[in-house]
């Protein structure tokens, strides 16, 4: 099957063809791939990126959805990475409000569990520090009872209310990657890296393989950094070094929020070991989260959700909200993400540091392990240690914005009430003007059960680099983890704008269609029994 590719895609192989040198190649498409390349295109350097599956494809579009200081690392006395965290979440909602938006936290307080109200207000007066505002707060009792329904009520003492932020991790990577292309950075997905280059002891380039037509190209380049998350080991072994990742795996449970009801995020401890664990509304659907878990096997496969970890989770709802009887038919959908953690050898996951680190191996700058909500300080890092190489580099944090303002000129736009304006300037930012245009045909309606409008769908499918079926539907927007069996009720509906878009004929569609649910089945609904 001929796949067809779109008009931007092939001028951006044509720019990677008709380049001699760049000054740096990105390996990965996360957010600390982008996150680098945003930083070095802005600071004018020749920047390519290339990802080997599609953009967010990794742990960027499965993670706990959360941007945040990180309580636990407070607690395990890792005062900078909170600080930082902490600071650089109040940066993203600032700068991209819809997109990175406060959520109201709850700690529930039994009798008897650590820590008590008293510690954990201790603990949040540090981190209000940080954030330079107050958000914590004790709640009585009744009141918790009140704004937390069908919570367990034996020994409840009361609840402590806190903040942090959520996002869509997938958007948030293409925001960014819009910000790159805006300073003049090229990228390419579905394009694997197979090897470097290395001339006179020093990684000169790259060999990669466009996997949708199959063509290899030779790309060179003064400085190559792989990003590459829970994979960083793979370049790093052909050059001889040793393997330092320490794959985690976390999975998640998608539930419709009329079975488990929360207006805000409840912080809880499981009650088999005690692990921190989070349920939280997203997307208009509540998630439960998240395992902690070695995933040794690290393949182009899709990480998922093991049946035990069903059954963990389920627990751990059915133990904080015992009147939910939550049961295995209640879930839509199920994710799972691999966290790139720099291994210390400790013999509990969740015990494992989640700082980031750097090498670099005769010009192979490798990064890995970090937050998604440091991926600026990273990026800046990254910069560090590439400035051996590329003179003139600035990797001092003098307060760059990580967005550029963003505006709609649409007279569409002004048809949205103000939510919706908010959502959708977060989400596309300066691209929101072809959103609009994108409603001209759909009109503003939502795709039912969803928060995504029709059009945003076909926007994706005309302007994002679309090159398979669940990268729009499980990346570009998240229909696919919100809807009854990935969304085939609307198979109709989505035939007609891909093929409108993507011109694909009715072979290729069903071809993406089938492919998609495979991929659905298998990697987002539930293992078989």
Same mark, same amino acid.
């Given at each position: 099957? =001929?796949?067809?590719?779109?008009?931007?895609?092939?001028?951006?192989?044509?720019?990677?063809?008709?380049?001699?040198?760049? =000054?740096?190649?990105?390996?990965?498409?996360?957010?600390?791939?982008?996150? !680098?390349?945003?930083?070095?295109? $802005?600071?004018?350097?020749?920047?390519?990126?290339?990802? %080997?599956?599609?953009?967010?494809?990794?742990?960027?579009?499965?993670?706990?959805?959360?941007?945040?200081?990180?309580?636990?690392?407070?607690?395990?006395?890792?005062?900078? #990475?909170?600080?930082?965290?902490?600071?650089?979440?109040?940066?993203?909602?600032?700068? *991209?409000?819809?997109?990175?938006?406060?959520? @109201?936290?709850?700690?529930?307080?039994?009798?008897?569990?650590?820590?008590?109200?008293?510690?954990?207000?201790?603990?949040?007066?540090?981190?209000?520090?940080?954030?330079?505002?107050?958000? $914590?707060?004790?709640?009585?009792?009744?009141?918790?009872?009140?704004?937390?329904?069908? #919570?367990?009520? /034996?020994?409840?003492?009361?609840?402590?209310?806190?903040?942090?932020?959520?996002?869509?991790?997938?958007?948030?990577?293409?925001?960014?990657?819009?910000?790159?292309?805006?300073?003049?950075?090229?990228?390419?997905?579905?394009?694997?890296?197979?090897?470097?280059?290395?001339?006179?002891?020093? !990684?000169?380039?790259?060999?990669?393989?466009?996997?949708?037509?199959?063509?290899?190209?030779?790309?060179?380049?003064?400085?190559?950094?792989?990003?590459?998350? &829970?994979? *960083? =080991?793979?370049?790093? /072994?052909?050059?001889?070094?040793?393997?330092?990742?320490?794959?985690?795996?976390?999975?998640?449970?998608?539930?419709?929020?009329?079975?488990?009801?929360? *207006?805000? &995020?409840?912080?809880?401890?499981?009650?088999?070991?005690?692990?921190?664990?989070?349920?939280?509304?997203?997307?208009?659907?509540?998630?439960?989260?998240?395992?902690?878990?070695?995933?040794?096997?690290?393949?182009?496969?899709?990480?998922?959700?093991?049946?035990?970890?069903?059954?963990?989770?389920?627990?751990? @709802?059915?133990?904080?909200?015992?009147?939910?009887?939550?049961?295995?038919?209640?879930?839509?959908?199920?994710?799972?993400?691999? $966290?790139?953690?720099?291994?210390?050898?400790?013999?509990?996951?969740? &015990?494992?540091? $989640?700082?980031?680190?750097?090498?670099?191996?005769?010009?192979?700058?490798?990064?890995?392990?970090?937050?998604?909500?440091?991926?600026?300080?990273?990026?800046?890092? !990254?910069? /560090?240690?590439?400035?051996?190489?590329?003179?003139?580099?600035?990797?001092?944090?003098?307060?760059?914005?990580?967005?550029? @303002?963003?505006?709609?000129?649409?007279?569409?736009?002004?048809?949205?009430?103000?939510?919706?304006?908010?959502?959708?300037?977060?989400?596309?930012?300066?691209?929101?003007?072809?959103?609009?245009?994108?409603?001209?045909?759909?009109?503003?309606?939502?795709?039912?059960?969803?928060?995504?409008?029709?059009? %945003?769908?076909?926007?994706?499918?005309?302007?994002?680099?679309?090159?398979?079926? =669940?990268?729009?539907?499980?990346?570009?927007?998240?229909?696919?983890?919100? #809807?009854? /069996?990935?969304? !085939?009720?609307?198979?109709?509906?989505?035939?007609?704008?891909? %093929?409108?878009?993507?011109?694909?004929?009715?072979?290729?569609?069903?071809? %993406?269609?089938?492919?998609?649910?495979?991929?659905?089945?298998?990697?987002?609904?539930?293992?078989?029994?």
């Amino acid at each position: 099957m =001929d796949t067809w590719q779109s008009p931007g895609r092939l001028h951006t192989i044509q720019q990677i063809t008709q380049t001699k040198q760049w =000054d740096m190649v990105v390996i990965g498409g996360g957010i600390t791939g982008v996150g !680098v390349a945003r930083e070095a295109a $802005r600071q004018g350097l020749n920047v390519l990126l290339l990802e %080997q599956k599609d953009f967010a494809w990794g742990t960027s579009s499965r993670s706990s959805k959360m941007v945040h200081g990180g309580l636990r690392y407070l607690a395990s006395g890792n005062l900078k #990475l909170t600080s930082h965290s902490v600071k650089e979440r109040e940066r993203l909602m600032n700068e *991209a409000p819809g997109l990175v938006d406060l959520m @109201a936290y709850s700690w529930p307080h039994y009798k008897g569990q650590f820590p008590g109200p008293k510690v954990f207000a201790m603990l949040l007066a540090i981190y209000d520090k940080f954030a330079g505002q107050k958000y $914590r707060h004790f709640v009585k009792r009744d009141e918790t009872l009140y704004e937390l329904p069908g #919570l367990s009520e /034996k020994g409840l003492i009361g609840s402590t209310r806190f903040a942090d932020a959520v996002t869509d991790d997938s958007r948030l990577v293409m925001r960014v990657l819009n910000e790159a292309h805006n300073d003049g950075a090229v990228s390419l997905n579905y394009c694997e890296v197979k090897s470097m280059i290395h001339e006179n002891n020093h !990684v000169s380039g790259v060999i990669a393989k466009d996997n949708v037509s199959g063509e290899e190209y030779t790309i060179k380049a003064e400085l190559v950094v792989s990003a590459t998350g &829970a994979w *960083a =080991d793979k370049f790093r /072994k052909d050059m001889g070094q040793e393997g330092k990742i320490r794959p985690l795996r976390g999975s998640h449970l998608m539930v419709q929020s009329w079975r488990l009801p929360c *207006a805000q &995020a409840i912080t809880l401890k499981h009650p088999v070991d005690g692990r921190s664990m989070f349920i939280y509304p997203w997307e208009g659907m509540t998630v439960i989260g998240t395992t902690d878990l070695d995933n040794p096997e690290m393949t182009s496969m899709e990480p998922f959700i093991q049946a035990s970890e069903v059954d963990y989770l389920l627990t751990a @709802a059915n133990h904080l909200f015992p009147s939910s009887k939550l049961l295995k038919k209640d879930i839509v959908a199920s994710f799972a993400g691999v $966290r790139p953690i720099v291994s210390g050898g400790a013999l509990n996951p969740s &015990a494992e540091k $989640r700082d980031h680190t750097i090498w670099d191996d005769q010009g192979l700058i490798t990064v890995s392990g970090g937050k998604l909500t440091t991926f600026r300080l990273i990026a800046l890092d !990254v910069l /560090k240690a590439a400035s051996k190489y590329l003179t003139g580099l600035n990797y001092k944090d003098i307060g760059q914005n990580i967005f550029n @303002a963003a505006r709609a000129g649409s007279h569409y736009f002004d048809l949205l009430e103000s939510q919706w304006q908010r959502r959708l300037l977060g989400f596309y930012g300066q691209q929101v003007d072809g959103v609009c245009a994108c409603a001209e045909d759909e009109g503003w309606v939502l795709v039912p059960g969803t928060q995504t409008f029709w059009a %945003q769908i076909r926007f994706a499918a005309r302007a994002e680099a679309v090159v398979k079926l =669940d990268d729009l539907l499980l990346r570009r927007t998240r229909i696919g983890l919100c #809807l009854d /069996k990935g969304g !085939v009720q609307f198979e109709e509906k989505i035939k007609h704008i891909c %093929q409108q878009e993507m011109h694909w004929d009715d072979s290729q569609w069903q071809q %993406q269609w089938q492919d998609y649910l495979s991929t659905w089945q298998r990697y987002y609904s539930l293992p078989a029994s």
